[in-house]
């Protein structure tokens, strides 16, 4: 199993810029990529930004250019720099793994952290 802690969450102004963390642990050489996904009130879940072991990373369009998510190996942490916030940014951010064997595909969850940005 992985435990994912997420940090960084907060209130901000729109325009101004946050970074959120994700610290795994457990079975951490098992995660093949790891993501953050962001659900504002009355929607679903949906895809910010993924980065994979090998360093690819996938970005929702809707924060391309904007948000950059990177990670330090060492650490075993993920980042997600959110910089040129708007409103519609405001969600609570979850932490993803993902470990994907013959079988299935395993998805860890973070407890989420909330993301407020001010007009």
């Known amino acids: 199993q992985v435990q994912l802690v997420e940090s960084g969450g907060g209130l901000v102004q729109a325009g101004g810029s946050l970074r959120l963390s994700c610290a795994a642990s457990g079975s951490i050489r098992s995660i093949n990529a790891m993501g953050w996904y962001r659900q504002a009130p009355g929607k679903q879940r949906e895809l910010v930004a993924t980065i994979t072991t090998g360093g690819s990373t996938n970005y929702a369009d809707s924060v391309k250019g904007r948000f950059t998510i990177s990670r330090h190996n060492a650490k075993n942490t993920v980042y997600l720099q959110m910089n040129s916030l708007k409103p519609e940014d405001t969600a609570v951010y979850y932490c993803?793994?993902?470990?994907?064997?013959?079988?299935?595909?395993?998805?860890?969850w973070g407890q989420g952290t909330q993301v407020t940005v001010s007009s």
């Open positions: 993803n793994s993902r470990t994907i064997t013959i079988a299935t595909d395993y998805d860890y």
